[in-house]
């Protein structure tokens, strides 16, 4: 089976800290992404990657940053945490489009900052 | 604890009754379709598929219906078990600027009553 792995499913931080959160998945898929999951918005797309050292910004990436230095690694970083970036950050993973139905999901970060 | 379920419209359902889930959905160019379950403190999985060329895919106990002309997707359960309790969100699937854009929508709580 397919495992989406997100590090740290449960963080604490405070104003203006650097927030790393990784995702790995071990199936070898092209393409990653980082999502955050707020109460009545749904999943909004922050950023998205469909290739080492390639990345492109989604809906709302403002306030982030990515690195995919690695296939199966994709990180999301928050240079300088805010209390509006208190979410669930969901990482994602698929093989080849969306289209073949095989977007896997890793079980989600709790990011709280104060 | 888990905030997802927080300002989600809910549906409660009887154990063994049939439930239906709706989603309306925006772009009328999406031409795939995806349900997801997410249970508390998990990430979302893959439920079931439609594409835009189909009005109703049935599973293992789960019936999607697409409805093109309203913009409209439901999920039907059958004999709705207290494991499916969960929030229930769909997808739609879209191309652009050549790459495939997935919305998600902002979720049903389904709670079963034993």
């Known amino acids: 089976d397919v495992k989406v792995t997100q590090s740290s499913r449960y963080l604490v931080k405070r104003t203006g800290e650097k927030v790393f959160l990784e995702c790995v998945q071990d199936?070898?898929?092209?393409?990653m992404f980082w999502y955050r999951q707020d109460p009545g918005l749904g999943l909004r797309l922050i950023y998205f990657?469909?290739?080492?050292?390639?990345?492109e910004k989604g809906d709302i990436p403002e306030g982030y940053s990515v690195s995919r230095e690695k296939k199966e690694r994709f990180s999301l970083i928050l240079e300088s945490a805010s209390t509006n970036q208190t979410s669930m950050y969901l990482c994602?993973?698929?093989?080849?489009?969306?289209?073949?139905?095989?977007?896997?999901f890793g079980e989600g970060s709790r990011l709280t900052v104060l | 604890g888990e905030s997802v379920g927080l300002h989600l419209p809910t549906l409660s359902v009887q154990e063994g009754d049939n439930s239906i889930i709706n989603c309306a959905y925006s772009?009328?160019?999406?031409?795939?379709f995806i349900w997801y379950k997410q249970e508390s403190g998990k990430g979302p999985q893959f439920i079931i598929d439609i594409r835009s060329n189909m009005d109703k895919r049935q599973g293992q106990r789960v019936t999607v219906l697409l409805n093109k002309t309203v913009k409209h997707l439901s999920l039907q359960i059958a004999a709705t078990q207290p494991g499916d309790s969960a929030v229930y969100f769909c997808a739609e699937i879209s191309n652009s600027g050549g790459y495939q854009k997935v919305t998600f929508g902002t979720g049903t709580k389904l709670q079963v009553i034993p």
């Open positions: 199936m070898d898929h092209e393409n």
């Open positions: 994602a993973s698929t093989r080849g489009t969306v289209g073949t139905g095989e977007l896997f």
């Open positions: 772009n009328s160019a999406s031409d795939y």
């Open positions: 990657s469909y290739d080492v050292k390639m990345k």
